[in-house]
């Protein structure tokens, strides 16, 4: 995957209400498929979707123990992903306390028109 | 919000849920018509667009209805980044519309709307780019932010902050 990709896989996984909660319900450790669904009234297959979802964006993998194979959190896409968006707002951040200087400026510019 | 608790500044950034758009909201110590001088006369827009790594090396603007515009971005590498557009509503001192088009990415303009509101002495701005689709933002932003929003940003930074490192 690109970094493109990936970032866009990490969002579309992160814009469903359940699986943010699957998200959420991992961050305080692994848990199996079956302990994954029960909070929701969703079917295993359902359950089982969203889960594909999470593991293509990388959110998510499967461990070894058993057959239950737990999931658990993956932590760098989610970190990608807030890094770009704060990439963004730092340019315009940044742009703007110039501005913050260019403003006062111009201020002082008019008061000592008026006088 | 996302970038409050993170790091230094003012300057919020909130994506909506479903909307191909990005909005940025600052607030100015400055009256609106002092705001709008600045974003609107080039010779001003040049010494605060950009930040320590992108100088704004090309800033033209005519601005009024129909009038075009275009600025180019350099990076620290040497590469440019042009952009370009034309004014669709221009209102001292509240409100200008235009479109802009990547240029790399000529087929897809978005249109962005900033608007000023003056309390106190102070003004909030608020520039939103709407994207005609979530494809075509993504190009522009050369990430792929699909359905993005506050909510899973939020929750985004909870992950992030929560989780060891």
């Known amino acids: ?115 | 919000m996302l970038q409050r608790n993170r790091f230094e500044g003012d300057t919020e950034l909130i994506v909506l849920p479903g909307e191909p758009s990005f909005i940025v909201k600052r607030t100015f110590n400055a009256p609106a018509r002092l705001v709008w001088e600045a974003w609107t006369r080039p010779e001003y827009m040049r010494r605060w667009y950009g930040n320590s790594c992108m100088t704004l090396e090309v800033c033209e603007m005519d601005v009024r209805p129909g009038g075009a515009w275009r600025r180019v971005l350099r990076m620290q590498d040497g590469k440019q980044i042009g952009f370009h557009g034309v004014y669709r509503e221009v209102e001292f001192p509240q409100r200008v519309v235009f479109t802009e088009v990547y240029e790399p990415v000529p087929e897809h303009p978005s249109l962005v709307t900033v608007t000023l509101s003056e309390r106190d002495g102070k003004t909030s701005v608020v520039v939103e780019q709407l994207h005609d689709s979530v494809q075509s933002r993504d190009a522009h932003i050369g990430s792929g932010m699909e359905a993005g929003m506050r909510e899973a940003l939020d929750r985004l930074e909870d992950f992030v902050s929560a989780l060891p490192s």
């Open chain 1, 1 to 115: 995957m690109t970094e493109s990709e990936a970032l866009d896989a990490t969002f579309t996984a992160l814009a469903d209400p359940t699986r943010r909660a699957i998200l959420a319900r991992l961050t305080e450790g692994e848990a199996s498929v079956t302990e994954l669904g029960r909070p929701f009234a969703l079917s295993q297959p359902a359950v089982s979707r969203h889960l594909r979802v999470l593991e293509r964006a990388g959110l998510i993998t499967r461990g070894r123990r058993a057959q239950l194979r737990p999931r658990r959190l993956e932590v760098a896409p989610l970190k990608e992903a807030v890094e770009w968006l704060e990439r963004y707002r730092q340019f315009w951040e940044e742009s703007f306390v110039r501005l913050d200087g260019l403003l006062e400026e111009l201020k002082e510019k008019e008061n000592a028109a008026k006088k």
